[in-house]
């Protein structure tokens, strides 16, 4: 069985003109197909009846036969859960659905995650909402001022949003007990965008410890 590059759910799935104008009989005729997907995205493909039109949309995206051609409108109450709805992500696949929940933490980052998917599958989900993740650390960081006010109130969660990356009160209090601050957490991102909470608290530790850590 070919592996399918597109698995997204298709809502609507209508016949076009024909592909080429000819006098054969309609039903042997290649025609455009437009589909809606779950995400409210408008594709078009090919086929020679419906059945092989999803078989090639199933293939996915090659910006000639089979491509987006209206995107998703905007959703200004598009929720973590929606998006999740839509994707199909099975409850068994518990790691991205927390990674999601923490990146696309704003609908205006999940409203980017839909227009910016073309593909829908395992590999393409997790690659691009890597992707966005390091584009905000790097790019679209919290405010200091912000994160400051969070980490007075809640240091957990205002972790968990400055790293995007899920902490919980254990890790929390490995890097309370190797002398992390919310000053450092600062200091150790405005230094290094990318750097990994775990990190973080090896580069408290050596610090605590008298080690240079090289940066």
């Known amino acids: 069985m070919t592996k399918k590059a597109n698995k997204q759910a298709i809502i609507d799935i209508i016949r076009m003109k024909p592909v080429w104008e000819s006098e054969e009989d309609a039903e042997k005729e290649l025609h455009y197909y437009h589909i809606i997907d779950a995400l409210n995205r408008k594709w078009q493909t090919i086929g020679l009846n419906v059945s092989d039109a999803i078989q090639v949309f199933e293939q996915g995206n090659d910006d000639n036969w089979t491509r987006i051609i209206e995107p998703a409108p905007y959703n200004?109450?598009?929720?973590?859960?929606?998006?999740?709805?839509?994707?199909?992500?099975?409850?068994?696949a518990w790691r991205i659905r927390n990674d999601m929940q923490i990146i696309l933490n704003t609908v205006e980052r999940r409203n980017e995650y839909v227009n910016r998917i073309v593909n829908v599958n395992r590999e393409s989900r997790f690659?691009?909402?890597?992707?966005?993740?390091?584009e905000y650390l790097q790019h679209d960081q919290l405010t200091y001022e912000h994160f400051m006010q969070l980490y007075a109130v809640n240091p957990v969660g205002?972790?968990?949003?400055?790293?995007?990356?899920?902490?919980?009160?254990?890790?929390?209090?490995?890097?309370e007990a190797a002398?992390?601050?919310?000053?450092?957490?600062?200091?150790?991102?405005?230094?290094?965008?990318?750097?990994?909470?775990?990190?973080?608290?090896?580069?408290?530790?050596?610090?605590?410890?008298?080690?240079?850590?090289?940066?």
């Open 179 to 215: 002398g992390g601050t919310c000053e450092k957490a600062i200091q150790y991102k405005r230094e290094e965008p990318l750097m990994p909470f775990i990190q973080a608290i090896e580069r408290a530790e050596d610090e605590a410890r008298g080690i240079v850590s090289g940066f």
């Open 76 to 92: 200004p109450d598009l929720s973590i859960n929606d998006l999740i709805n839509m994707l199909d992500i099975s409850p068994e």
């Open 127 to 134: 690659l691009l909402l890597h992707q966005m993740k390091d």
């Open 158 to 175: 205002a972790l968990t949003m400055y790293f995007l990356q899920s902490i919980d009160i254990i890790t929390y209090w490995e890097w």
